[in-house]
């Protein structure tokens, strides 16, 4: 469950705003309110100022149609919120204590503390007319359902009605109740006409009242209840039957189903404790109770038999709501979440964690999209359930999905795979349309047409293929470049095709016709095009360059329109506004340009977002520009220039809310994935159930955007980092020996002290398979096999084991070994498998026939302590308790060379790098020794890379970071060119005994002797420290004295920040030298310890960037 007091905050750098560029006229143009929240997820939070604590919010009611929530009254005042914007629509200050909407939501009432009923009209949020006065008091108050009657009861038994036309009273229906009247309603019943059903809370009466005459038709007494003190009610649509709950604790049935007409009755305990609520369902066959006994029951309404229980909430239900199809239920209760459910077979679907306050009412939208709920306090939350749809689909595929795009009405989402595989799912029906393999590789990015009949997709294969919507099937694949095709978008107008190569060109084809070659390539000649964008008459076609010039063509001839100048470095992203006279261009420095088309000339720069931008988009009316970046979104008003509001997405460790984005609305604090939404200003977040981790995917590892139409709305996907500190699974009971990742991110191969191979699903933090592997001994070592099919084990019962662990059954043993096994690889590439025993024997053989391929049996004078094989399978290196380390030619059995002379105590472990260059050897003493394999000689030496025994290693992909682990529980990450540390994780899990670099670079899983695997995201580290373009740019414009303390202080919280890289690839010192900034230069420098290897870094070079050399 949640622990509130883990709960994390979603924050903005500390002082982000001070260090990035805030223009000097920011201060007058943001309004400030420091108002932080706790909200794990949700699309908005409708806050009212927080009321003294003696005056709690007297009213918090929802509109029929659900785009108005009505929140606080009495001692406060009453404020109606607009669900879908936020915006604050009206205050009304009146001391009232009842907010009811007009079933067709053309009015609503409100009743005042002195027993005033007022009539306002709800599209001017004005008084039409003041229907009475109760002198007694008003105890409830409902609309009828043709809208034109107003009923209210009061606190001494009487019961009054207007004409909503009029304004007259109908009647008065006098001396009904002993007491307050708890329910009144209008009704239409068969035998007694339009009538008036009345229930007390005091007296335990149910009365029908003749509408317009005012004499009582019937009198039904609840005897079943008489012994309780407070009783409250439910009445079906229809008026036919009314259930009675009890809200004390009692020993005797404590619900009742009364039958109107026939004044039959039957009972029923429901709940242990106090019932807390019950409704009817839509049609009136079911009913829903909730109580303090933590459960939701539903009842045959007229059996009472009891259907389906539902259970999940830490504390008593407090409320509940069905929405119009009676297929969902939604719940709220005091462990302050609210709670989704399947009302067939009681399934909990969905659980959203709130505020830290209990649920007071929820309730659906009149679409069933939405859900509201209101906590004591009266804060209000909208959770989207279109926004549930999208996170879901994610989380699915989280390890497959590469792009996504939305059609214009939001029906449809496009979805591309690393696979090749395209999806259409249908969002409302929220199930898939059609799935085709359409790319050989990986798809990288997926567009709609504006009539949504035709999409595209554009793949790392070269082509863009066109696609019938209907069916999938393809229309035309189009040839590109020998690089992969990275965008694809079509023209307003449906007639052509624009995609962006990673070549740097931009090609055009035409979506009518048979041919395949492009009509145009359009290219510049001194810069790569990064992006591109259609102007709105689809005759002009914009790309952003990678040297900051923006590039016009005419889209017929493609022919130069224009060239546009100004940014000195890379643009990311451009957008024109709905006439296409404007043209914004974001930058890799966080800035926006803004250019005239009709004159070429630059009319400002927006310096505001923390990192390079992402996006940028005008709204439809172009007077705001909304930038969106990896950290935040601002939005800026296009006349003046200024920055109106700020959303910020990232965490920092202050646990301070800065720049709330309005004094009443602002982006709630989260710990999951986010979509903001440009057009609404809001921000929708991932709504994870309780019990599953944070959402951790490779397509989500950093901002995304989700197009929706041509250029006017778009969602930024955003995944959130939540909290640097690692996620750790207590797998096992015993010590985990061996960790080893899986070539998609996702899996994690686990060898354990008590002989188990453990394989691991990191993404949704479950155990997927374990198997009983060596039974006489530990599992020494485990390895997965690059198609992630089978997994390598060896242990002390002598045996190396060649898994197909989905069967949970050995496909091959090798033999060769007649004592304990402790260390084992498998070729990444080749077909071979190497072990090592402790006797010193090494064995090589071949994975699929398991015939030897070398056996070296003095490899060592003692037992082999690791061994490893480069990709080919061509060379292995070896570290013995002999301190001897050996690199050995597999093919001939020798040995090629001894880095003994190199270590300066015990070789402890080693392993080779993807590409088989680099070497890596950890010693006891702490040191880490990196070998050059290709040149023959030591690479670098790491002194004191960790305290005490470095006890693993691993190398990414890319081969330019790899990571190691230690006894003092500490994941070190360091830069594979110069040895610089990147990132340090202290799990606190006790000694480590190996850890494991997915290939991606994008998790680090280490395990420990407790059994502890931990799980750090390298991506949420890097998420919450400056950037070196932006940092450098803040230093060189301050004067010395400020830019040295400001840098030691950051340096002080980010000891490794010289190390940092930006999109570049470049770090602050590399930045400063450049440009030549001698100052900046000395601050940098300066800082620098003496063993720095800051010039040498490599592990943030774009890897995406591709270079193909030809020979001719």
Request: hydrophobic share 40%.
């Amino acid at each position: 469950m949640f622990s509130r007091a883990g709960a994390t905050q979603v924050q903005p750098l500390a002082g982000a705003d001070d260090f990035f560029g805030r223009p000097d006229m920011l201060n007058n143009s943001i309004t400030q309110a420091r108002m932080p929240t706790k909200c794990n997820s949700g699309l908005l939070a409708l806050k009212v100022p927080d009321p003294p604590q003696f005056a709690p919010s007297a009213v918090c009611a929802i509109s029929a149609d659900g785009k108005i929530a009505a929140v606080g009254g009495r001692d406060i005042e009453l404020f109606l919120w607009n669900v879908d914007t936020g915006d604050l629509l009206s205050k009304i200050r009146g001391h009232d204590i009842f907010w009811v909407g007009s079933h067709d939501n053309a009015f609503f009432i409100t009743c005042q503390e002195d027993g005033k009923v007022v009539m306002w009209d709800r599209a001017t949020m004005r008084t039409t007319l003041t229907l009475g006065e109760v002198p007694e008091g008003i105890t409830c108050c409902h609309i009828a359902q043709e809208n034109d009657f107003v009923v209210v009861g009061s606190a001494k038994g009487n019961v009054y009605s207007w004409d909503t036309d009029t304004g007259t009273v109908a009647h008065m229906y006098e001396a009904g109740h002993k007491g307050a009247v708890q329910f009144a309603q209008v009704y239409s019943l068969p035998s007694y006409g339009r009538c008036v059903v009345s229930c007390g809370a005091k007296d335990h009466t149910v009365v029908v009242w003749d509408l317009l005459s005012g004499e009582p038709r019937a009198l039904i007494e609840i005897k079943e209840l008489e012994h309780a003190k407070n009783l409250k009610y439910d009445v079906t649509r229809d008026g036919a039957r009314v259930v009675v709950w009890c809200t004390d604790s009692v020993p005797f049935p404590n619900l009742v189903v009364v039958d109107v007409m026939s004044q039959n009755k039957i009972s029923v305990y429901c709940h242990e404790g106090l019932v807390r609520q019950a409704v009817f369902t839509p049609n009136g066959d079911r009913i829903i109770s909730t109580g303090n006994d933590n459960r939701l029951q539903v009842w045959d309404t007229f059996s009472l038999e009891n259907l389906v229980t539902m259970s999940g909430h830490d504390g008593s239900v407090l409320c509940c709501a069905v929405n119009e199809t009676a297929t969902r239920v939604v719940s709220g209760g005091e462990d302050c979440s609210v709670r989704l459910w399947s009302l067939d077979d009681g399934k909990q679907l969905l659980a959203f964690q709130a505020q830290d306050e209990p649920i007071k009412q929820v309730q659906f939208s009149s679409s069933g999209q939405k859900i509201l709920s209101c906590d004591v306090t009266g804060r209000v939350y909208v959770w989207s359930m279109h926004a549930e749809f999208l996170t879901n689909l994610m989380r699915r595929y989280a390890d497959n999905i590469s792009a996504c795009a939305m059609s214009n009405d939001m029906k449809l989402c496009l979805v591309g795979c690393n696979n090749g595989r395209v999806m259409l799912w249908d969002v409302e029906r929220r199930e898939s349309v059609w799935e085709y393999t359409h790319h050989t590789g990986r798809v990288e990015a997926v567009a709609f047409n504006s009539m949504r009949d035709m999409c595209a997709t554009a793949g790392a294969d070269g082509r863009i293929v066109l696609l019938f919507s209907d069916s999938g099937k393809q229309a035309n694949s189009f040839l590109g470049a020998e690089e992969p095709m990275m965008t694809v978008q079509f023209s307003p107008d449906d007639e052509r095709i624009a995609g962006c190569a990673a070549d740097g060109k931009l090609y055009l084809y035409t979506t009518a016709g048979s041919t395949r070659k492009p009509k145009a390539v359009l290219r510049s000649s001194v810069a790569r095009i990064s992006n591109h964008i259609w102007s709105p008459n689809s005759k002009l076609v914009a790309g952003a360059c990678s040297d900051g010039t923006m590039m016009v063509w005419n889209a017929s001839s493609g022919g130069i329109h224009t060239v546009l100048e100004g940014a000195a470095v890379g643009a990311t992203c451009c957008c024109f506004d709905l006439i296409g006279k404007l043209l914004a261009v974001g930058t890799v420095l966080g800035t926006t340009l803004m250019y005239n088309l009709e004159t070429s000339e630059m009319l400002v720069e927006l310096k505001g977002n923390a990192s390079p931008v992402r996006e940028v988009v005008f709204n439809q009316e172009t007077s705001q520009l909304t930038t969106m970046c990896s950290r935040q979104a601002c939005v800026w008003d296009v006349s003046s220039a200024t920055k109106i509001r700020v959303f910020d997405f990232v965490m920092d460790k202050a646990g301070d809310f800065k720049s709330p984005p309005h004094p009443y609305r602002w982006a709630v604090a989260h710990n999951s994935t986010v979509l903001f939404d440009h057009e609404s200003e809001a921000l929708v977040l991932d709504m994870l159930t309780i019990d599953d981790p944070l959402l951790r995917s490779y397509y989500l590892s950093d901002v995304q955007t989700i197009a929706s139409g041509f250029n006017h709305r778009k969602l930024l996907v955003w995944s959130a980092a939540g909290s640097s500190a690692p996620d750790k699974f207590h797998t096992t009971h015993d010590a985990i020996t061996s960790t080893h990742f899986s070539n998609d991110d996702r899996l994690v191969v686990m060898g354990t002290q008590d002989g188990n191979v453990v394989i691991y699903d990191v993404v949704h933090g479950e155990t997927v398979e374990i198997i009983v592997g060596h039974q006489n001994g530990p599992c020494r070592c485990v390895k997965l096999s690059a198609d992630n099919k089978e997994v390598l084990s060896c242990g002390a019962d002598s045996k190396v084991v060649l898994w197909d662990w989905r069967k949970r059954s050995p496909l091959r043993i090798y033999s060769g070994h007649f004592i304990s096994i402790g260390c084992c690889d498998i070729s990444t590439q080749g077909n071979r498998v190497v072990s090592g025993d402790n006797h010193g024997m090494i064995c090589v053989w071949e994975k699929d026939s398991g015939n030897p391929v070398q056996t070296l049996p003095l490899a060592h004078s003692k037992a082999v302590l690791s061994v490893t094989i480069s990709a080919d399978g061509s060379t292995i290196a070896s570290v013995g308790a002999d301190d001897k380390v050996s690199i050995w030619n597999v093919d001939i059995g020798i040995e090629l060379v001894s880095l003994t002379a190199a270590m300066e105590s015990h070789p402890l472990y080693c392993s080779f790098s993807p590409d088989g260059n680099k070497l890596a050897v950890t010693e006891s003493n702490g040191n880490v020794m990196v070998w050059n394999v290709a040149a023959g000689c030591q690479w670098y030496m790491i002194y004191q890379a960790h305290k005490g025994k470095v006890t693993g290693c691993s190398w990414s992909a890319d081969c330019r970071k790899f990571t190691t682990c230690g006894t003092d529980s500490v994941a070190a990450i360091w830069d594979a060119e110069s040895g610089a540390p990147l990132f340090k994780f202290n799990l606190k899990a006790g000694p480590l005994t190996s850890c494991s670099v997915s290939p991606s670079g994008l998790y680090v899983a280490a395990g420990s002797t407790t059994g502890t695997l931990s799980v750090s995201n390298l991506a949420t580290a890097a998420r919450s420290t400056p950037e070196p373009s932006f940092l450098f740019n803040w230093l060189a414009t301050h004067d010395l004295k400020a830019s040295s303390f400001l840098y030691l202080r950051l340096l002080a919280m980010y000891p490794y920040l010289a190390n940092v890289q930006d999109a570049q690839g470049w770090s602050i010192a590399l930045h400063a030298l450049s440009r030549g900034n001698a100052e900046v230069s000395g601050i940098v420098m300066d800082a620098l310890s003496n063993d720095c290897g800051v010039l040498g870094l490599i592990s943030a070079v774009p890897f995406s960037i591709a270079t193909r050399v030809k020979f001719h």
